[in-house]
């Protein structure tokens, strides 16, 4: 598929062809938001350095993560709120100013849809905390550092001594055998899902 074929789809064209791995597809929703979701990132952050990271880490993770997303919903919401929770995960540790307080009170009607239910949220935590018990103890280690410690590869490999790239290996096959362990309660939605994982 040439350039031009590429440059012409639709948002919700090239996230259907994401989802399938399409890596052309991914290039060019890259180019369509990462100058706004730096900005985005920048005016919050106020750190050059901090942004472009926090940026690099959100495409970095849409990629591992392409077989949730749901192409039915709009991917520049979705960008911004998982910009959002990255931003919010790094201001944990300082005290959380106004601006910072004025993104939580900005949940995307999509987002407030997905998980308005508690009952239903809490069910997909159990589901999801089950999957990763479940997996091999140095993969479940890389994930739990990228996820819950909010690490980026780079950290988890100077920690560990190992490469860039087999974190990457390991998050993906993580992904992977999540989404399997997923795929046995059909009745549940791999929306939530991309949300607790992302």
Sequence with gaps: MGDMRIREKTDIE???????DNEAAF???YIRNKDKLYYFCLNLLKSKEDA??????IFTRIWESRNFINPDLSFSSFLYTIARNRILNYFRSVDIDLKVKSILAQRDPVEEDI?????IYTEYQKILKGAIEALPPQRKKIFN???EDNMTHKEIAAQLGISVNTVQEHISESLRFIKK???KHTDLSLSLLLYLII
């Design 115 to 119: 998980i308005e239910s508690n009952l």
């Design 145 to 147: 550092m990228s996820r």
């Design 52 to 57: 472009n990271d926090i940026v690099q880490e």
């Design 27 to 29: 290039s060019e929703l």
């Design 181 to 183: 362990h997923f795929n």
């Design 14 to 20: 090239l996230v259907n062809l994401l989802t399938q």
